[in-house]
């Protein structure tokens, strides 16, 4: 198959709460006739360096990435890091911490749904999330096992998101902070599904600090928040990025063309 000139740039796998390994996900590139891929786990990169190996074999670029969970004036910011330096000792710690973190949340979570008469086992919730970042997809799914809600969907939206019955807020990981890990570890950043969060107003800043992109075409955004978000980004000279989000389906719905992915990775190697 001919390789298209496109890019995936937003990609999760079994390390977070992605459905298929990193073999697999390499072999689905291939068939699709991607350009290539970036592997973009939850304040994870565990699954980058056997990425890497593997798309070397297929001859399938991939960008080590990583997605960030932030919080901002209590809403969920997410801030995607491409072409990181995913082995650095420093920054290894870092994200040993982040997922302490995530755990704990997830201790909490479970407490809760238990205190409202919704117990759950948490051994079968670890065993979910596998020896990836736990999360509340991994919740979500063992509550649709033991049949409280229909579907994961169904558990976010009355339950684990913002406002549901279980809801507990995410440590205070700013979106500042997220962007400066990134920098330090030799990559850049990008805003990932910014219309989630709707909090325009810190772009500029955000900027300031490294932000090199918006991630416009993104499974969460519907038309009106990619034509505002395109717009956003063309007036203030970032990159508009795409990724299919992809955890079980639809992979590479949403993609980035080859030639924006080598110019805003060049763009990082000349400030340096």
Same mark, same amino acid.
Request: charged share 20%.
């Given at each position: 198959?001919?390789?298209?000139?496109?890019?995936?740039?937003?990609?999760?796998?079994?390390?977070?709460?992605?459905?298929?390994?990193?073999?697999?996900?390499?072999?689905?590139?291939?068939?699709?006739?991607?350009?290539?891929?970036?592997?973009?786990?939850?304040?994870?990169?565990?699954?980058?360096?056997?990425?890497?190996?593997?798309?070397?074999?297929?001859?399938?670029?991939?960008?080590?990435?990583?997605?960030?969970?932030?919080?901002?004036?209590?809403?969920?910011?997410?801030?995607?890091?491409?072409?990181?330096?995913?082995?650095?000792?420093?920054?290894?710690?870092?994200?040993?911490?982040?997922?302490?973190?995530?755990?704990?949340?997830?201790?909490?979570?479970?407490?809760?749904?238990?205190? =409202?008469?919704?117990?759950?086992?948490?051994?079968?919730?670890?065993?979910?999330?596998?020896?990836?970042?736990?999360?509340?997809?991994?919740?979500?799914?063992?509550?649709?096992?033991?049949?409280?809600?229909?579907?994961?969907?169904?558990?976010?939206?009355?339950? =684990?998101?913002?406002?549901?019955?279980?809801?507990?807020?995410?440590?205070?990981?700013?979106?500042?902070?997220?962007?400066?890990?990134?920098?330090?570890?030799?990559?850049?950043?990008?805003?990932?599904?910014?219309?989630?969060?709707?909090?325009?107003?810190?772009?500029?800043?955000?900027?300031?600090?490294? =932000?090199?992109?918006?991630?416009?075409?993104?499974?969460?955004?519907?038309?009106?928040?990619?034509?505002?978000?395109?717009?956003?980004?063309?007036?203030?000279?970032?990159?508009?990025?795409?990724?299919?989000?992809?955890?079980?389906?639809?992979?590479?719905?949403?993609?980035?063309?080859?030639?924006?992915?080598?110019?805003?990775?060049?763009?990082?190697?000349?400030?340096?």
């Amino acid at each position: 198959m001919i390789k298209s000139q496109r890019v995936d740039m937003h990609v999760h796998t079994k390390a977070s709460d992605g459905s298929f390994g990193v073999c697999e996900i390499i072999q689905m590139a291939k068939r699709e006739g991607l350009a290539g891929l970036s592997i973009t786990d939850h304040d994870n990169v565990g699954c980058v360096a056997e990425a890497v190996a593997e798309a070397k074999k297929e001859e399938i670029l991939l960008v080590p990435g990583i997605e960030i969970s932030c919080t901002w004036q209590n809403k969920d910011v997410h801030i995607l890091g491409y072409d990181i330096d995913f082995a650095a000792e420093w920054f290894l710690a870092e994200l040993l911490e982040m997922q302490g973190n995530r755990a704990k949340r997830a201790e909490q979570i479970l407490a809760r749904l238990a205190e =409202l008469g919704y117990p759950l086992s948490t051994e079968r919730v670890w065993q979910l999330a596998g020896s990836g970042s736990i999360g509340r997809p991994h919740i979500a799914l063992a509550m649709v096992e033991i049949g409280y809600v229909p579907s994961i969907a169904a558990a976010f939206g009355g339950w =684990l998101s913002q406002g549901g019955r279980a809801y507990v807020p995410r440590p205070k990981y700013t979106p500042q902070e997220a962007i400066k890990l990134i920098v330090k570890a030799g990559g850049v950043a990008v805003w990932s599904h910014p219309g989630l969060a709707k909090c325009d107003e810190i772009i500029e800043d955000l900027m300031a600090l490294g =932000l090199v992109g918006l991630e416009v075409y993104n499974p969460g955004h519907n038309t009106g928040d990619e034509q505002h978000y395109l717009a956003l980004a063309k007036r203030l000279g970032l990159f508009v990025t795409g990724g299919s989000d992809f955890h079980a389906n639809n992979f590479a719905r949403f993609t980035t063309p080859l030639a924006v992915v080598e110019k805003m990775l060049d763009r990082q190697i000349k400030k340096d």
